[in-house]
């Protein structure tokens, strides 16, 4: 297969989604420059995912989405690897099933991608089911370009909610790429450590905005704690050891509380404007805010 010139796949993994895929579809489709494929690589789900997919086929038909089925394998790498492989557009787009794009999104990726020294890129997140979302995405864009900074953009972490990578560069890293089948890492900085072995420029788009959900919060303390420890065995599967990787688990735990309290009053003082798998009641496109 040919890959398209200056065109955007975007790629979804998704197991068991039912409660958010609607809203990350109805973003993606209302895109300033559209994306030339929305690709749901679905994983064995066993809820409703796929008859909502194909029914948001039936209402958008003139819109690209195109619901694949991985079921060789469960798991979140192979079912990216099979989204990847089956990508027709030259940069694939990688977001999660709870990820609302910002409406320039493709835009944005189609302009840091127009540098050719450009393998991969991410951006910063807004969590759209937290209070004061815009304020929430300033300290993610700040925070992240913080690490860049101390780590004098040697390491540089794509992130799975908000990524996008030349087809040229995954061809070159694919069959090095760790399976992980333990499941014990996070499989997009071990895809970011893979690009850096091959001298693979990774780019921060601060302009490049996506929406997610702070679900993570939902977690146990415990489960959330090997959700962080993560970033330690991908790098002992790497071995590398540098002081400068502690500082995004260091992040991740001390917000976990604060967050969490946060997360819980904003739930009962009203539900999110994203809850319930649509944006918007009516006049459907992603909400801003």
């Excluded at 909502?52 to 989405?65: A, C, D, K």
């Excluded at 050719?116 to 929430?136: I, K, L, Q």
Aim: aromatic fraction near 8%; charged fraction near 25%; proline fraction near 6%.
């Amino acid at each position: 297969m040919h890959p398209l010139q200056n065109a955007v796949s975007i790629v979804i993994p998704a197991y068991n989604e039912e409660s958010v895929i609607r809203q990350c579809l109805i973003a993606a489709i209302y895109q300033s420059v559209p994306a030339d494929e929305i690709l749901v690589i679905d994983n064995r789900s066993t809820d409703g995912t796929c008859r909502i997919v194909r029914q948001m086929q039936l209402e958008y038909p003139e819109s690209p989405i195109k619901l694949l089925q991985h079921s060789a394998e469960q798991g979140l790498i192979p079912t990216r690897n099979f989204g990847f492989d089956s990508a027709s557009g030259n940069i694939i787009g990688r977001i999660d099933a709870d990820s609302v794009l910002e409406p320039d999104w493709v835009e944005k990726v189609l302009a840091g991608f127009a540098d050719s020294d450009v393998a991969a890129a991410t951006g910063p997140v807004v969590y759209y089911d937290m209070p004061m979302r815009r304020w929430g995405l300033l300290a993610d864009d700040k925070i992240r370009q913080l690490i860049l900074k101390l780590a004098r953009n040697q390491y540089h972490f794509l992130f799975g909610s908000n990524m996008a990578i030349r087809r040229t560069a995954w061809e070159q890293i694919r069959e090095s790429t760790c399976r992980d089948e333990a499941d014990e890492m996070h499989e997009d900085i071990d895809l970011s450590l893979h690009l850096a072995e091959h001298d693979l420029v990774i780019r921060y788009l601060p302009t490049m905005v996506s929406g997610m959900s702070a679900r993570r919060l939902e977690d146990s303390p415990k489960d959330y704690r090997y959700y962080v420890t993560r970033f330690d065995r991908t790098y002992k599967a790497h071995r590398i050891n540098k002081r400068i990787l502690k500082v995004p688990p260091l992040i991740f735990m001390s917000i976990y509380y604060p967050a969490k309290m946060i997360r819980a009053v904003h739930s009962v003082r009203g539900p999110s404007l994203h809850r319930g798998g649509t944006p918007q009641a009516a006049g459907e496109g992603p909400q801003r805010g």
